[in-house]
């Protein structure tokens, strides 16, 4: 019985028990005052610089996407292998999560270039440090803002368990899907953890010292952080399938590179963008709500340790959810 408030209300209550386990007093020393971005607007040059920027970090994910995520299917009883960039093996035995793996390691390099040169480039010079990126905090700190995220994610995904197995109720909305998960699962989760933890530590830090703008208002630096975390996705999906909706042809129909002669004379067919596409909806849904999280956190915490290592357990957990009912 799938519970389409229940997937929301599932997410939402892993932060919102991070939240309330904050206040208990053996967690309460995690709590920071949040240090300063890195970007101020205060005139049109800075405004420009920081347009330029946000644009710029907007870029990797759609020209890369389709690129990176291939045909992420195996077929093995058939004995076929479609095009994907990271083969499948005994460790990395998921091939849709071995594409986003790749596409998470290569978006998440290219933006931790720019953020490096930023930060040595401009913000040290504006007298910045590394208290400004909300990674100062001693390591007894760093090792209880991931015991609190192990523990609020424990709790949530136990209730997860709980419901499925007494009423059968699933966390499911359209396909998307918060669901228990076998032992095979749970080990493939810990086998492509790190990645997500790179990747979500890294997006905390950007989006939290340098999208954010010190002197605008809290509901713009919300949606500006929720558009960085997908727009230039959302912008490519919004082309892809108008296309489609307008003529019958999707805007990118066949994955980069298949299409030439030597690869069809080599391979002797062209391999679709179908099911990367498919996948892309799920990160068009999951990737605004974890920036959005990930803010709150960072503004309740005063550092970037805490959301970055809860929003990769539930982001990690949501896509292995695709492949237990997919795969």
């Given at each position: ?33 949040e240090?300063?971005?890195?970007t ?34 195996y077929?093995?009883?058939q ?17 849709p999560?071995?594409?986003l ?23 040290r ?18 090792c ?16 997860v368990y ?59 630096n919300?949606v500006?952080?929720?558009v ?39 391979i ?14 799920s990160l ?21 340790w805490?959301?970055?290592f809860l ?6 957990a ?10």
């Amino acid at each position: 019985m799938a519970r389409p408030g229940g997937l929301l209300s599932a997410l939402v209550a892993f932060v919102a028990l991070a939240l309330t386990l904050l206040k208990v007093p053996f967690f309460a020393t995690l709590v920071r005052p949040e240090p300063k971005s890195i970007t101020t607007c205060d005139t049109p040059a800075h405004g420009l610089r920081y347009a330029i920027i946000y644009l710029v970090c907007l870029l990797p994910a759609p020209l890369l996407y389709y690129w990176l995520v291939g045909y992420p299917y195996y077929m093995q009883p058939q004995w076929f292998k479609f095009l994907t960039k990271f083969w499948p093996n005994e460790i990395f035995n998921m091939t849709p999560v071995n594409s986003l793996l790749l596409f998470n390691v290569v978006v998440g390099v290219i933006l931790l270039a720019v953020y490096v040169l930023v930060f040595l480039l401009i913000a040290r010079k504006a007298g910045c440090g590394w208290v400004n990126t909300g990674l100062k905090l001693p390591v007894a700190q760093v090792c209880k803002a991931l015991l609190l995220a192990v523990v609020s994610f424990g709790l949530v995904y136990a209730l997860v368990y709980a419901c499925s197995g007494l009423s059968g109720t699933e966390f499911s909305f359209f396909k998307f899907h918060l669901m228990p998960m076998d032992g095979a699962h749970w080990r493939s989760f810990f086998v492509y953890l790190p990645v997500w933890l790179f990747f979500f530590l890294l997006v905390s830090v950007i989006f939290n010292s340098f999208t954010r703008i010190n002197n605008a208002p809290a509901w713009l630096n919300y949606v500006l952080i929720a558009v960085a975390s997908c727009g230039g996705l959302a912008v490519m999906f919004a082309y892809d399938y108008g296309k489609l909706f307008a003529t019958g042809v999707r805007g990118i129909e066949y994955i980069p590179g298949t299409t030439s002669a030597e690869w069809l004379a080599t391979i002797g067919m062209t391999f679709p963008t179908a099911l990367a596409g498919i996948m892309l909806f799920s990160l068009l849904f999951i990737l605004p709500l974890a920036a959005i999280a990930s803010r709150v956190l960072f503004k309740k915490s005063g550092s970037a340790w805490l959301g970055g290592f809860l929003l990769s357990f539930v982001v990690l957990a949501f896509t292995m959810s695709e492949m237990v009912i997919n795969v």
